[in-house]
């Protein structure tokens, strides 16, 4: 009897609308590629070194439950928001973490998530080289928030940028059949801390039959709130109704987030990130203000990363292929690395999985270039359109029971 | 050549996924009884009273245009929240509508809306009974919030419903995810101002993998903030992630609505209502400040009336039937009614059409009954659940196009 060839996959970081059909991807690949136990880290890393898992073919039964884990949202698997010391720091946790791969004969670790995870396999893979360890880690990328550099967009992206674009073609519709003879602004706050990549987004609602928000404020430019003001008046003089989308990140000259002028909340994660909301409230309370017009705001908060009922087909394959392209690169070899997304081509869309080394990714954040936004800093330019358009095309239906899309969710016993 | 039979129809209130299915079953069965013109007053009668209305045949063109129609939310020919003033307030108003109709040979005139619509065809017809004109004047129920006496329910409820419990379901496995050693606590905010239908409606998410929301208050019950608390204790104490929805009308035994306990957002429309905002967010800080764990809030705001993405077959098909049904009725000579639903059995669900004389109707609130809430007033019983889920079945795919919903929308020119 050989040594037995198991692998085993943690989920981190904010879900995403697909970051189980990178779960179901590795899981159907390494089946296939003669893998004798896939086991599933509970929480990510945190859980694993409290030895939580699951072997996966106690609860993935057949080819529909491949199918709605697709069709599910957030980590199947449990999330965590982790981050590993350095190993000269607490080289226990890593002796630890290694004794449970041995107990488990794992060969190979999968992780996926954003730059915080990445970092993750980069420090286990030194470590294991460091200590003469055989085991693989391969990173799987998952972001909404399409920040990580080197892939040609994070899975996550595209599904988020549907939702996101669908819902404002909605509340832009609302808008219209409500405003008559007074005007109406609404303003829409979109997740995005330093990346405006999602606020962006929302310029897809512009199509043969709708207009598109009428300015979009994204973080990677310096956010005037007097400019604004002007820019939102000057609007008016041709319209009834302004829709305007911001990013909760953007930030006046002074480096204050615009959401902070409210004294508005204000959280910080394990990571030192700050959590933002009020961006929308307060504009458009100072737009009512200031203009005395009827304002309103929408915050798509957490559910533009979890409405996989408005998945982009798209992205659901792309993310079923990098987690299959991880476990095939590991199977062949590879460690410290990460699967990326390459574009092949843009018309027609085409693309493929490729690989990095995780060391050149790991804590770079990918922010919208400036110059696909427009001088005024209110827009985002055809060449932003022309890339973000592929990723949201195609739909998988929800498996509908009783009304309601259904899930595949953990069963523990 | 016989005098002209033209039919005019509007739409008023606030949007919901399904009045323009409504206006699709107006337009068909005009159509089909021989009407000459079908016109359309843009925002209501308070655009009719400055002339604006359309001609639908100039907007229609297929029968692909009428599923569009469908499948489009919002108010397609806009919406107003106008009231016409009692008759003997100001007579001018009412002669100039009549005027406005004779010019255009109406002989029937159809509005879909809400209690205060109700009141306009109530108020139409009076006046046409007193004065001795011909026209028929119908009423088309609309509201997302089922607060229309009468009706078994009012369209563009099961579709706000069914996208409620579907976001509800997404958001509590966001939160799951989510979730390991750490409490998190997720308040969802919905809308009903004095009724809480579309809050109960969270209690379809609980389904066969999914537990639904931890608790549901509506404003039906008086929220005891102390109660509150020690409810979401005892949650706290068997599981980790805990899921609430509340109603943005809940409201203290004083009488204080919660969110003004923040000194939040207030809005008085044309109604005289308020506009309520930030009852979540208040109870998420409240709770974060009390207990000490991470809290985060939801508002669905205006997406839930205007997803049509998510819309109900069984509430767009009944919409439909609604707006044909009153076509018919006036055909026949009634007037100064307005159509229902008729629930004629629940399992197999079947509903009809029936009609009553709107001075029955007219502003009268529909809340949901106490014993169909728990005795504790955190729930809502199977009664309730059973009374709604046959009005979230099915689906109408939308027209996707370029990877989002299309819409049919006023083309003026």
Sequence with gaps: MGKKRNIIVGQSGGPTSVINSSLAGVYKTAKERGFDKVYGMLHGVQGLLDEQYV????????????????????????????????????????????????KLDIETFIYIGGNDSMDTIKKLSDYAIVKGHSQKFL??????????????????????????????????????????????????????????????????????ECDGPDAIYLPEATFDIDKFLQTVKGLLEKKK???????????????????????????????????????AAYLASFLGAEIGCKTRSVEFSTLQRSASHMASRVDIDEAFMVGGAAVKAADEGDTGKMVVIDRISDDPYQSAAGIYDVHRIANHEKVVPRNWMNKEGNYVTDEFINYIEPLIQGDYQPFMVNGLPQHLVLRKN
């Design 55 to 102: 072997d996966l073919s106690t609860q993935i039964h057949s080819d529909i439950d491949i199918e709605l884990l697709k069709r599910t949202p957030s980590a199947f698997l449990g999330s965590c928001r982790y981050k590993l010391p350095e190993i000269h720091e607490n080289p226990e946790i890593y002796e630890k973490l290694f004794e449970i791969m041995d």
């Design 139 to 208: 990173g799987v990328p998952k972001t909404i928030d399409n920040d990580l550099a080197l892939t040609d967009h994070t899975p996550g992206f595209g599904s988020a940028a549907k939702y996101i674009a669908a819902s404002t073609k909605e509340i832009i519709r609302d808008a219209l059949g409500l405003t008559y003879n007074k005007e109406m602004i609404t303003i829409i706050e979109v997740m995005g801390r330093n990346a405006g990549w999602l606020t962006g987004a929302t310029a897809l609602a512009k199509t043969e």
């Design 241 to 279: 109704s302004i829709v305007i989308a911001v990013s909760e990140g953007i930030k006046l000259a002074d480096g204050r987030y615009v959401c902070e002028l409210s004294g508005g909340g204000e959280y910080v994660d394990a990571f030192g990130h700050k959590q933002l909301q009020g961006t």
